[in-house]
Nanobody, 115 residues
Framework: QVQLVESGGGLVQPGGSLRLSCAAS????????MSWYRQAPGKQHELVAA???????NYADSVKGRFTISKDNAKNTVYLQMNSLKPEDTAVYYC?????????WGQGTQVTVSS
């Protein structure tokens, strides 16, 4: 059983930055694709960013140029660097690990962008 634990969320002013971390219970990043999703109140789950085992990345159009996903295999941690944050980025952010039909989710971390 893989466990994913997110951290790094909080309250930030518009234009500010946060870095989210997702720590895995085991060495999974060499075989699992990792991604970040978010869900705002009253809205559907949204894919924010993803990174493959080989390090290829893709992003939602709404965050391109502002967010960066990365991973440190040695630390079993995936990151989401979020810059130039906007109020519409406010949501609970979730980390997900995927291998075929197997998916693991973290518990989520709240990000609130407000002045």
């Amino acid at each position: 059983q893989v466990q994913l634990v997110e951290s790094g969320g909080g309250l930030v002013q518009p234009g500010g930055s946060l870095r989210l971390s997702c720590a895995a219970s085991g060495s999974i990043f060499s075989i699992y694709a990792m991604s970040w999703y978010r869900q705002a109140p009253g809205k559907q789950h949204e894919l924010v960013a993803a990174i493959t085992t080989g390090g290829s990345t893709n992003y939602a159009d709404s965050v391109k140029g502002r967010f960066t996903i990365s991973k440190d295999n040695a630390k079993n941690t995936v990151y989401l660097q979020m810059n130039s944050l906007k109020p519409e980025d406010t949501a609970v952010y979730y980390c997900k690990g995927s291998l075929g039909r197997t998916h693991y989710w973290g518990q989520g971390t709240q990000v609130t962008v407000s002045s």
